[in-house]
């Protein structure tokens, strides 16, 4: 009985061990999820400010923060070196309960700062902050979410309202860090610049270093901005309110105002989104305004019914800034002057690029869209909100007139500096509907398009005799676009060297094609029904601006399969999908209607931006110095996935996956010849021969010229010893091309002597490109020998009047020895002609898994962010301790543990 009881006990107690480390090990082993922290309103501001302070001092990386019901805050809350998520609920600064912008309102809300700060925005309502009424000097530099340094938030939803801020409406991105939209809405709120974001600080356009700009990043992905609105105005002497900030006498006439919706300072990137109903009161850009930046993108979105008081009803763009347009269709928008759809500055630069992809049409150039003029469009209602540079009213001599329903480019006259303008016209638009661009009225060299006075630098100094928006009264030199693309430069020539000393204002005219419905449907970008009181009623412009898609096609020129070097030195012929063929030089920037530019400044490594998706075909047209012409043709489709630009992808065309084309010096053959007595006693001292060129024949049956020969011509054969031979040999002979190549050999001395020299010039198939040759003399690939039986005779006359009827009277004692028996195997016969591809057809993508190491000059493409974050879920969480090695040696121990222990239970019962 005793012994059941302890053989009870110790079996209890073996399996209270294994559940126990069972136990313990289930929970070593178990994700540390982050947490969820929820904040509930109270309705009392210091309350919910302490509460959300202590939820974020007290939050971990990667915490959840719950926000339940409206909380008021009233002090300004920081946050910096953690990742963090808010979701949910009513962040307020209307602590007086109106709903109204009261002086006792919160100014500010969140200061996110400090590389490793991640916030993201889920589904929180942000309203009524007002950094107006804080009292602060600054309060113009404010905005309620200030994020800087090398932060970064993200929204993916939620909304944004009625907030009031100096730089941004609602949020100020700058100094380094990052601001993504993927959703939500912003909407009805107010500052100076950027109704409701601005990214970068604020500077004047002419502003250029960087550490005043501090530009951010603002990549807008989705979301609605609505109803925002930016800009100096404030109430008037009437009475009148147009909801903006200091009036004008305040800040006088300064530019780099505006922006309803968003301004920045660089950085921009629109993949998506729909901007309605925004406002720049007094200034630029009714949805957004760009300041700076060398790389601004607008690919997608929506923007229609926004309004600028002056120019851009839906974008306006400065002088120092490039932005580029997605596959864009501008139609349906209203400027009061110049430009109902495209305005250019008189600095202003314009490219639609191949295959025109800005489709601009029924636009709308009309005083009755200058909502500063009264009905009869005779004088002004507010002559003081847009006084001339010299900060004088206008008067009604200075209204002007309307020209260019499409589109108008203004005459160089900025004065004090050198100005230049130019567009790029396209006779076609990406829907391959064919058009022509024709005279819609013309502004005159005096007018400016962005001042009511006008200005003029044909003399040297300001002029406010004009009118900013003065017109022709007729048109001398008439302007039309006949199925060609025209590249216009006010002030310069046209392509046959005519003077272009006039500005442009135009319409676009459907020759042919899908047309505009088909136009609109197909548009990645639709900017309509946008205005401006002034110019650019769609899209208005002091920078440059380039509508085009973004595929990339890159390759690599190499010196052959077994050497990577890029080499240097080549001309490529590259067919768009719309049949036209144009020419890349290695290095070169040219860009127009024969050239395109090479984007790689790598020597030997090309790469062409800014193209249409569709279908190209590549040839090489001229190889580097020493080296062989390629001969195949390369083709490439760039998807419209590739083309969008969002994000980069880089299509390879070439022999290989990383766009490698190999190029091959060209091979070079020496001619050779023995010389041989029959008679073994005599001695000679050399014989002279002579090569000519016969005939060469390509793989067509069509002639060769120039033959190629080599240099020297004529070559001496060393001293035949007695019983021995004598050998000569002419120079190298380069070829280029394949085809047969026939020469003769001829002793100078007896011209019945001759070698007939066969050179056969092939590709090879097995390395692309690659020429070889094969030669045969008299029939066999041995080197031939001449035997003479004497010591040569005297040389004939220098120039003998005719060759000899007969041969030598005395021919040689003996015929010439037989060439050897067993000659070398003749190789293949060459192929004809190359085949039209290469014998591997070349991928028009790199494969789908990179290599080890991507292509030079190249990166990998970024891991999908939510892939990444599942893979890492089902490892190691990166809030949980690295407990794995010591729970594999718990498990270990506790076995041996309880294995040693039934080993003793065991001898123990068979020892009793």
């Known amino acids: 009985m005793g012994k059941k009881k302890r053989r009870l006990k110790s079996l209890l107690l073996i399996i209270f061990l294994l559940i126990s480390s069972c136990f313990w090990l289930d929970r070593g082993s178990v994700i540390v999820y982050a947490a969820t922290v929820t904040v509930t309103g109270s309705g009392d501001a210091d309350t919910d400010t302490d509460a959300l302070k202590d939820a974020i001092t007290n939050a971990s ?94 929204v993916t939803s939620g909304t944004f309202q009625n907030n009031v801020g100096g730089e941004g409406g609602a949020m100020h991105v700058y100094d380094g860090a990052e601001l993504n939209i993927k959703g939500g809405t912003f909407q009805n709120n107010r500052a100076e610049n950027g109704g409701a974001i601005l990214s970068g600080k604020w500077t004047d356009f002419n502003t250029t270093d960087p550490s005043q700009i501090l530009p951010g990043k603002l990549i807008i992905e989705g979301g609605s901005f609505l109803n925002n609105i930016a800009g100096i105005s404030n109430e008037t002497a009437d009475g ?39 406002k720049a009161l007094r200034s630029f850009g009714g949805a957004v305004f760009i300041n700076h930046g060398d790389d601004n993108k607008i690919f997608k979105g929506s923007f229609h019914d926004n309004v600028a008081y002056k120019l851009g009803g839906a974008i306006y763009s400065e002088e120092n800034s490039n932005t580029y347009f997605g596959k864009t269709s501008i139609y349906e928008n209203n400027a009061g002057h110049f430009g109902g759809g495209l305005w250019l500055c008189p600095s202003g630069i314009g490219d639609f690029n191949t295959l025109g992809f800005a489709a601009i049409f029924d636009n709308d150039a009309d005083l009755s869209h200058d909502g500063n003029l009264n009905a009869a469009k005779d004088d002004y209602i507010h002559p003081d909100w847009f006084p001339a540079s010299d900060n ?108 272009t000393d006039y500005a442009l204002a135009l319409e676009c005219v459907v020759v042919s094609g899908p047309g505009k419905d088909n136009a609109k449907s197909n548009a990645n970008l639709k900017i309509y029904n946008n205005t401006a009181y002034w110019s650019g009623g769609g899209v208005g412009t002091d920078g440059t601006v380039t509508f085009q898609q973004f595929g990339i096609l890159s390759w690599k020129k190499r010196k052959g399969v077994a050497n990577y070097d ?30 395109k530019p090479d984007s790689d400044s790598t020597d030997g490594i090309f790469k062409v931006k ?37 994000p980069e992808v880089t299509v390879y065309i070439g022999d290989e996956a990383d766009g490698s084309i190999y190029d091959y010096e060209a091979p070079k053959v020496v001619v050779e010849l023995y010389k041989k007595l029959s008679d073994p006693t005599l001695t000679v001292d050399s014989y002279d021969f002579t090569i000519t060129a016969v005939s ?119 015929p010439p020895d037989n060439p050897p028996d067993s000659p070398p195997d003749t190789p ?23 290599p080890g190491t991507p292509p030079d000059g190249e990166e990998f493409e970024e891991v999908d962010a939510y892939k990444f974050s599942q893979g890492a879920a089902m490892g190691r969480d990166r809030n949980t301790s690295d407990r794995l090695e010591l729970v594999f040696i718990f498990r270990g121990l506790v076995i041996i543990a309880t294995g040693c222990f039934l080993v003793f239970i065991i001898k123990r019962d068979n020892a009793n």
């Open 61 to 154: 990386s990667g915490d959840t923060i719950s926000l339940s019901g409206t909380l008021l805050i009233n002090d300004l809350i920081t946050i910096s070196g953690k990742e963090l998520t808010f979701s949910g609920g009513t962040l307020s600064g209307d602590i007086d309960g109106d709903s109204t912008h009261s002086t006792g309102d919160t100014p500010r809300l969140f200061r996110i700062s400090g590389s490793g700060t991640e916030v993201t925005f889920s589904g929180v309502t942000v309203e009524y902050f007002d950094c107006t009424k804080s009292g602060d000097a600054n309060n113009y530099e404010y905005s309620p979410i200030e994020i800087k340094d090398n932060a970064k938030v993200t």
């Open 240 to 278: 009148f309110d147009e909801g903006g900030f200091r009036d004008i006498a305040t800040v006088g006439n300064h530019v780099s105002f505006g922006g309803g919706a968003i301004w920045t300072n660089g950085g921009l990137v629109i993949a998506d989104g729909e901007f309605s109903g925004n």
């Open 392 to 499: 004088t009213d206008p008067d009604a001599s200075h209204i002007g007139g309307a020209a260019g329903d499409d589109f108008a480019i203004m005459y160089p006259n900025k004065p004090y500096y050198s100005a230049s303008s130019s567009i790029r016209l396209a006779h076609q638009w990406f829907n391959y509907t064919e058009i022509k661009w024709q005279d819609d009225g013309r502004p005159t060299n005096y007018a400016s398009g962005y001042y009511y006075k006008g200005v003029n630098s044909q003399t040297g100094t300001s002029d406010y005799s004009h009118s900013g928006f003065e017109i022709e009264s007729s048109i001398s030199e008439s302007f039309e676009t006949n199925g060609e693309d025209v590249i216009f430069k006010p002030g310069g020539t046209d392509a046959d060297g005519n003077p």
């Open 566 to 595: 890029a080499l240097a030195g080549s001309s490529w012929e590259l067919t768009f999908p719309d049949g036209k063929t144009y020419i890349i030089n290695d290095n070169s920037s040219v860009d127009d209607n024969t050239y």
């Open 610 to 646: 800014g193209l249409p998706a569709g279908n190209y075909t590549l040839k090489e047209k001229t190889a580097p110095s020493g080296y062989l012409l390629n001969p195949y043709e390369y083709t490439a489709t760039i998807t419209d996935e590739q083309a969008f630009g969002m």
């Open 696 to 814: 060469a024949i390509d793989p067509n049956g069509l002639p060769i010229t120039p033959i190629p020969m080599p240099t020297p011509v004529t070559e001496s054969s060393s001293t035949a010893p007695a019983g021995g031979q004598g050998y000569a040999s002419f120079g190298e002979i380069t070829y280029i091309n394949p085809g047969t190549y026939t020469y003769t050999i001829t002793e100078d001395v007896d011209t019945t002597k001759k070698v007939t020299v066969v050179v056969t010039v092939y590709y090879d198939t097995a390395h692309h490109g690659q020429l070889k040759t094969t030669v045969k003399y008299n029939g066999s690939t041995a080197v031939a020998t001449i035997v003479n039986g004497e010591t040569p005779p005297s040389p004939p006359p220098p120039t003998p009047p005719n060759p000899p009827d007969n041969p030598p009277d005395n021919p040689p004692d003996n």
């Open 828 to 850: 293949p016969t060459p192929p004809g002609t190359p085949p039209g591809t290469p014998p591997k057809t070349p991928p028009g993508t790199p494969p789908g898994t990179p």
